[in-house]
């Protein structure tokens, strides 16, 4: 059973930066294709970006493409999101998941395993 657990969350001001951590367990993450979703309050959970296995492939939202970006770990078994410029849009609770797919599209239903989530909170 893979357990993911993020950190990193916090409360930073329109503009600041903040990088998340997921850290997988249980399992050899290099086995998997990682994404980070986000959820707002009063909103649909949300792809935010995804790395392929073999990190050689990654994607972004439209909303953060340019701003955030995702990297990996397989070493350390680590998936991390560093989020620039960030808006008070991107408020939101923060959630890595896996999918066993080489490449993932983003469709939440690609991902078997979840975190719990870490909260963002960005003041304007």
């Known amino acids: 059973q893979v357990t993911l657990v993020e950190s990193g969350g916090g409360l930073v001001q329109a503009g600041g930066s903040l990088r998340l951590s997921c850290a997988a367990s249980?399992?050899?993450?290099?086995?998997?294709?990682v994404a980070w979703f986000r959820q707002a309050p009063g909103k649909e959970r949300e792809f935010v970006a995804s790395?392929?296995?073999?990190?050689?492939?990654?994607r972004y939202s439209d909303s953060v493409n340019g701003r955030f970006t995702i990297s990996r770990d397989n070493a350390k078994n680590m998936v991390f999101l560093q989020m620039n410029s960030l808006k008070p849009e991107d408020a939101a609770i923060y959630y890595c998941?896996?999918?066993?797919?080489?490449?993932?599209?983003?469709?939440?239903?690609?991902?078997?395993?979840w975190g719990q989530g870490t909260q963002v909170t960005v003041s304007s």
């Open positions: 998941a896996l999918s066993s797919r080489l490449l993932v599209s983003g469709r939440q239903s690609e991902f078997a395993y």
């Open positions: 249980g399992d050899a993450l290099s086995r998997y294709s």
């Open positions: 790395v392929s296995v073999l990190g050689g492939a990654t």
